[in-house]
């Protein structure tokens, strides 16, 4: 039989001095000093940051969103309508994309075109639902106002800066780990947030192609962790995971009972899978480009996420 190739996802266009970023709070409310860091960043690097009605509000009922479902889905969508923007980067996550998700306009959003997208925890929900809907490649990063540590951090600025100014390199590393169940895996990076990813099972379709899937999470123990790839397991969606990436699973109180939570509950799925990848809510938060195709090598002694 001849194997159906699927087109990859389009990258957006790299970005250039000058290029206008759009600074939005799609869920939780930013704090002004992370977000002038963010600011201060994306100045050092000759770009024009463009600050959302939202990042400078808190919702006045419900103090952890930054405004109404409607407020965040018409400054998300018209941030990526905006012809002088170039890239719409979240703010924080922080719960809350979820409940503005279906009132963004996404004929807007494709009539406009691909556009860098950036953010990571709860900004999982955009990078599967964006992704899908443009058909592109979106970047799990450092969120500008989150945590200043990952802004300060040398690795994690340099593969960020990389990922929007640079082309895609095939091959380029893009992070490294331990091998917990050996092999090599093919397809299509996708994934962010566990809680999340979980909790969208029902209304986000499963993967309908070889999928790389990555995962990172904070504040769960490893009951928890157990019920939700449990569920993932038992809908299916993970029919079409060729190989597992683990990243950060920080603010745990035993780290070895989650490696064996990993190692129980996909152990036995018959793919690759490596832990300890830098990317998550550490102070280290290595950019991936969500939608990319992607290679993983899983061998004792040395396990790695690369482009294709």
């Known amino acids: 039989m001849n194997q159906v190739l699927v087109p990859q996802?389009?990258?957006?266009?790299?970005?250039?001095?000058?290029?206008?970023?759009?600074?939005?709070?799609?869920?939780?409310?930013?704090?002004?000093?992370?977000?002038?860091?963010?600011?201060?960043?994306?100045?050092d690097w000759d770009l024009e940051p463009r600050l959302g009605p939202n990042t400078s509000t808190v919702h006045d009922q419900l103090s952890y969103l930054s405004a109404g479902d409607k407020e965040r889905a018409e400054e998300l969508t018209a941030a990526w309508a905006d012809p002088e923007v170039a890239a719409v980067w979240a703010g924080r996550g922080g719960y809350g994309a979820q409940r503005m998700i279906d009132l963004i306009d996404f004929d807007a959003l494709r009539a406009a075109g691909p556009k860098h997208f950036l953010g990571f925890s709860d900004i999982t929900a955009l990078h599967a639902r964006i992704g899908r809907e443009l058909d592109q490649v979106t970047l799990h990063s450092p969120a500008v106002a989150a945590a200043v540590a990952q802004l300060d951090d040398r690795p994690s600025v340099d593969q960020l800066r990389r990922m929007i100014f640079e082309r895609p390199a095939p091959g380029a590393e893009l992070g490294t780990g331990t091998t917990l169940v050996p092999g090599t895996g093919h397809g299509r990076l996708i994934g962010g947030n566990?809680?999340?990813?979980?909790?969208?099972?029902?209304?986000?379709?499963?993967?309908?192609?070889?999928?790389?899937?990555?995962?990172?999470?904070v504040d769960?123990?490893?009951?928890?962790?157990?019920?939700?790839?449990?569920?993932?397991?038992?809908s299916g969606w993970l029919a079409e995971v060729t190989g597992v990436v683990i990243g950060q699973f920080t603010d745990t109180?035993?780290?070895?009972?989650?490696?064996?939570?990993?190692?129980?509950?996909?152990?036995?799925?018959?793919?690759?899978?490596?832990?300890?990848?830098?990317?998550?809510?550490?102070?280290?938060?290595?950019?991936?480009?969500?939608?990319?195709?992607?290679?993983?090598?899983?061998?004792?002694?040395?396990?790695?996420?690369?482009?294709?």
Request: net charge negative; hydrophobic share 45%; no cysteine.
């Open 9 to 43: 996802r389009r990258w957006p266009e790299p970005l250039r001095p000058g290029s206008v970023v759009a600074v939005i709070a799609p869920a939780g409310p930013l704090r002004a000093e992370r977000l002038q860091r963010g600011v201060d960043l994306l100045r």
């Open 194 to 217: 566990l809680s999340l990813v979980a909790s969208g099972i029902g209304v986000d379709p499963a993967p309908d192609r070889p999928s790389i899937l990555f995962l990172e999470d």
């Open 253 to 308: 109180d035993n780290e070895d009972q989650l490696l064996r939570v990993f190692a129980d509950r996909l152990g036995g799925l018959g793919v690759p899978v490596i832990t300890g990848v830098e990317a998550g809510h550490a102070a280290r938060n290595l950019t991936l480009p969500l939608g990319a195709d992607v290679t993983l090598t899983a061998e004792p002694g040395r396990a790695s996420l690369a482009l294709a």
């Open 220 to 234: 769960e123990e490893g009951y928890r962790v157990d019920r939700m790839l449990t569920h993932l397991a038992r």
